[in-house]
């Protein structure tokens, strides 16, 4: 069964994510960052994010699709696109 969970929620998931994944301070997730130039997140701790998120969200994150996920904001929306699974 999927549910819709609220972007506040998400992106405090993606927050905490980020945090275990790669040390980022959560204050600093804000739908404007960027992995790159913002939180210095290289491809290969991006690639380790996609995987925690798609096991934490429910949801599966093509590669195609990374390439089009550059903001943190961008990722919360695609995950909130995705549908989240209880």
Do not use: Q
Request: glycine content about 6%.
């Amino acid at each position: 069964m999927t549910v819709t969970t609220a972007r506040p929620d998400l992106l405090a998931g993606l927050a905490e994510v980020l945090e275990e994944v790669a040390g980022t301070k959560p204050e600093a997730v804000v739908p404007s960052a960027g992995f790159d130039k913002d939180l210095d997140i290289d491809s290969l701790t991006m690639v380790e994010v996609v995987v925690a998120c798609e096991e934490r969200f429910g949801v599966t994150i093509p590669d195609e699709a990374l390439e089009n996920l550059t903001t943190v904001g961008d990722a919360v929306a695609y995950i909130a696109d995705a549908g989240v699974a209880a």
